[in-house]
């Protein structure tokens, strides 16, 4: 789950995490008065969208008069601001954040991301802030360091140091180094962070580290934990097909692909959708119905999946284990009435009750293609949307 920018920094002052006063505005006075309540002579407004990229497609900008905080603001609130993130089709900005003008001697990048292939945390970090990171990775990599920190000790002094010497601090600025690392890292741990990235953080010309930019997104699968977190969501930066699997129990990612996969359990998931890429296609969802879906969830699946107008054709995938294969045989015909599925239909089935849901679906009037096993369904539905175009 992301949030947005000025959430991203409220969370992170409550770990005394040095950031510049700002506030929020949904309107150009609301951005006036937030300007006021700053003071001072320079302000930043700042998009508020759940991207990277904003300051390349005009949606940070300096300003240096209250007039200009008004007219700017009313210039970003309703653009549709496109990045290299939003894809082509843009993200409206619904609400900009006005933020105190900083004395910027120099700009650093910070990010935390879990490690799940080594169990680790890691600190990446650059002197080069500021850049698309993967600009810096492609044309420079040298100038990005890689600090693993060890979960069941937490972040060392040796780690501290390394990734102070990574940001090119001078020694004299260790500790207030320190500080920051600690409590960024707390932050992370404490509220399951996937990922924490400061981008710039600057060293101000009266020696002070400052989180500039915050981007954080959260492990969805810990979202339990934390119902603080979750009241962070804004639903008018998330996919509406996301969403409306989110409040069924469904777990649903959008991807680019032209077949809609309906699986159960993650790990069969991704191999259904590796085999589709092995034919040739691409997989345009990642779908898990879970191990107790009902046919009503199965239902709506569909109806899901369908709403992606990029779909040409439907893998169903089911292993049968909790969740019967007759249930899903079921689920899959009755959405097939209700929604009237036009496109090529291949279903796959497997353990629970696997001769009894073949049957309904071999008895029934409505033109669904069996797969015996995975590869054959996958062959069948490449072959099948093939035909259609």
């Not at 609130?77 to 004395?103: F, S």
């Not at 239909?345 to 096993?373: A, M, P, Q, W």
Request: with cysteine.
């Amino acid at each position: 789950m992301n949030i947005h920018e000025y959430q991203a920094k409220e969370l992170l002052k409550g770990y005394n995490v040095p950031t510049v006063p700002g506030f929020l505005a949904l309107n150009p006075d609301e951005a006036i008065n937030a300007a006021e309540k700053i003071g001072g002579d320079v302000w930043v407004v700042k998009a508020q969208i759940h991207a990277g990229g904003r300051g390349k497609g005009g949606g940070v900008k300096v300003v240096k008069s209250l007039d200009e905080v008004k007219s700017v603001s009313d210039e970003i609130l309703g653009m549709n601001l496109v990045t290299h993130q939003t894809g082509p089709e843009g993200q409206e900005v619904r609400k900009v954040y006005i933020e105190k003008g900083t004395n910027i001697a120099d700009e650093l990048y910070l990010s935390i991301v879990v490690d799940r292939a080594n169990s680790r945390v890691n600190f990446i970090a650059s002197t080069e802030g500021g850049m698309d990171i993967e600009e810096v990775a492609a044309e420079t990599p040298e100038k990005i360091i890689t600090v693993d920190v060890n979960p069941s000790t937490g972040l060392e002094e040796q780690d501290i140091i390394s990734i102070s010497k990574a940001l090119g601090l001078e020694e004299s600025l260790y500790a207030k180094s320190a500080d920051l690392l600690k409590n960024l890292y707390k932050a992370f741990t404490e509220t399951d962070m996937s990922l924490l990235e400061i981008n710039p953080l600057v060293l101000t010309g009266e020696d002070d580290l400052i989180c500039l930019d915050a981007k954080v997104n959260f492990d969805g699968n810990a979202l339990f934990r934390h119902p603080d977190v979750e009241e962070l969501r804004d639903p008018d930066e998330e996919d509406p097909a996301e969403l409306a699997a989110n409040k069924i129990g469904l777990t649903y990612i959008k991807l680019d692909g032209n077949i809609g996969c309906l699986v159960n359990g993650a790990g069969l998931a991704m191999a259904t959708m590796d085999i589709i890429k092995l034919y040739g296609e691409e997989p345009a969802n990642f779908l898990d119905v879970g191990g107790s879906a009902t046919k009503d969830k199965v239902t709506e699946a569909f109806k899901i999946i369908l709403s992606d107008k990029n779909v040409k054709g439907i893998l169903v995938n089911i292993f049968g284990g909790i969740m019967r294969c007759d249930v899903v045989a079921e689920g899959v015909l009755d959405a097939a009435r209700e929604i009237n599925i036009s496109v090529p239909l291949v279903v796959r089935l497997e353990g629970t009750n696997v001769e009894e849901g073949k049957r309904i679906i071999e008895e029934s009037e409505l033109k669904v293609i069996s797969g015996s096993d995975l590869d054959d369904a996958a062959q069948k539905i490449t072959r099948a949307i093939s035909e259609v175009k």
